[in-house]
């Protein structure tokens, strides 16, 4: 079946624009997850849903992120006046529900110049 | 504060031999545990987990790991290591709507 999947594979935008990043979830799962991989780094924990509702937004590194997710599939992750050390890549994940065991996108690349 | 500790950045096994990668939590309460494979070039990829019960659970490609409480650790292991496992380990800790990483093992299988 089809896996998770996310939207674009890679950008590259200049310093201070607005990026939105998608995550198409696997079909059924109730859980969403987003991470960020800087290189060489491992994976920080940004946000969770579980259906529609974010129950902890801590993981946000400032107020420029911001996410959401309807019908409890599709997300969108939002980075407002992106900055150099947004770079990275960014991996969404969904589960059947929490905490099983998630399903990796192949994440996309953000580039900030 | 909750955390994963990978206490080696990396790892280094002759093809053959059995291999472990450490990690220990730090987590009030039952946590969570899993463990994550990325190979080269593709995505994060789901090993095995610890939810409740025998506290060695078994995973994909041969893996295991060891749940103990006491020493609160979540040990990988595999009784003979193969070069295709040469990849990036992550440990897992979920407790309540907190999910916390380890920052990796990189794992280098020598042949």
């Known amino acids: 079946g089809a896996g998770v999947s996310q939207s674009p594979s890679n950008k590259v935008t200049e310093k201070g624009k607005d990026v939105e990043l998608r995550c198409d979830p696997i079909s059924g799962h109730t859980a969403l997850y987003w991470y960020r991989q800087s290189l060489g780094q491992g994976l920080e924990f940004l946000i969770y849903?579980?259906?529609?509702?974010?129950?902890?937004k801590s993981g946000l590194p400032s107020d420029r992120f911001s996410a959401e997710r309807t019908g409890g599939s599709v997300s969108t992750l939002t980075i407002q006046r992106t900055q150099q050390e947004d770079s990275a890549v960014y991996l969404c994940a969904s589960s059947l529900d929490s905490p099983y065991e998630q399903y990796f996108g192949p994440g996309t690349r953000l580039t900030v110049t | 504060a909750q955390s994963v500790a990978q206490p080696e950045d990396q790892v280094n096994v002759a093809e053959g031999n059995p291999l472990t990668v450490k990690c220990t939590y730090s987590?009030?309460?039952?946590?969570?545990l899993f463990w994550y494979v990325q190979y080269p070039n593709r995505g994060l990829q789901f090993l095995l987990k610890?939810?409740?019960?025998?506290?060695l659970v078994k995973g994909s490609y041969g893996f295991e790991a060891e749940f103990n409480k006491s020493q609160t650790s979540f040990h990988l292991k595999k009784p003979s290591a193969l070069v295709s496992d040469s990849a990036l380990y992550f440990c897992?800790?979920?407790?309540?709507?907190?999910?916390?990483f380890g920052k990796g093992t990189r794992l280098h299988i020598l042949p």
């Open positions: 987590v009030s309460g039952n946590p969570y």
């Open positions: 610890y939810i409740t019960g025998d506290n």
């Open positions: 897992v800790c979920s407790r309540g709507d907190k999910i916390i």
């Open positions: 849903f579980q259906g529609n509702s974010a129950p902890d």
